[in-house]
T-cell receptor, first 109, second 115 residues
């Protein structure tokens, strides 16, 4: 079973920030938080990952709470092309990725 | 970096036939994974290789499924005596170690329809 809980769906207005939450209350000290997204009929696309510090790359920012029990993926200026299913995954060394159902993000014009 | 490629992209077969899919990982990635994804669900892990060694297989991988990675480069996934329940998207991913983590990069998938 997935170790994360995400809302099934969210809407976001084009040009606004999309904030996607993820709960992972049972995360252990050596487990990373990964985010992927999947646009319809394509393979999942890696977005970002982190351990305890906040991370930023050209696609998104990842904010992890101090107790590491939850995180938020931020897409700073959502576009229509960001409409996808977003998966939050907790994974430790030697473990496999376990995908939950994810959050279906709809970016609205 | 040409990304992970999979062939074919679509396959329609009749129940009882055998099918084989191919995955070419990103060069220099030593790990290769296979997943299955059904409609409305996230991908489910099937098996993975480190170089040519198959290190783990999921309970989902029945005896009709076999995967190989003979020279540690490309991999094949074969399904024998296909059943309608095998209809799904089959995804391949590859990774290499970066620090303490392995980011997996996915291919476009092979969509299998069993009629």
């Amino acid at each position: 079973d997935a170790k994360t809980t995400q809302p099934p769906s969210m809407d976001c207005a084009e040009g606004r920030a999309a904030n996607l939450p993820c709960n992972h209350s049972t995360i252990s000290g050596n487990e990373y938080v990964y985010w992927y997204r999947q646009i319809h009929s394509q393979g999942p696309q890696y977005i970002i990952h982190g351990l305890k510090n906040n991370e930023t790359n050209e696609m998104a920012s990842l904010i992890i709470t101090e107790d590491r029990k939850s995180s938020t993926l931020i897409l700073p200026h959502a576009t229509l092309r960001d409409t996808a299913v977003y998966y939050c995954i907790v994974r430790g060394y030697g473990q496999n990725f376990v995908f939950g159902p994810g959050t279906r993000l709809s970016v609205l014009p | 970096d040409t990304g992970v490629s999979q062939d074919p992209r679509h396959k329609i077969t009749k129940r009882g036939q055998n099918v084989t899919f191919r995955c070419d990982p990103i060069s220099e990635h030593n790990r290769l994974y296979w997943y299955r994804q059904t409609l409305g669900q996230g991908p489910e892990f099937l098996t993975y290789f480190q170089n040519e060694a198959q290190l783990e297989k999921s309970r989902l991988l029945s005896d009709r499924f076999s995967a190989e990675r003979p020279k540690g480069s490309f991999s094949t996934l074969e399904i024998q005596r296909t059943e309608q329940g095998d209809s799904a998207m089959y995804l391949c991913a590859s990774s290499k170690r970066t620090g303490s983590s392995y980011e997996q990069y996915f291919g476009p998938g092979t969509r299998l329809t069993v009629t």
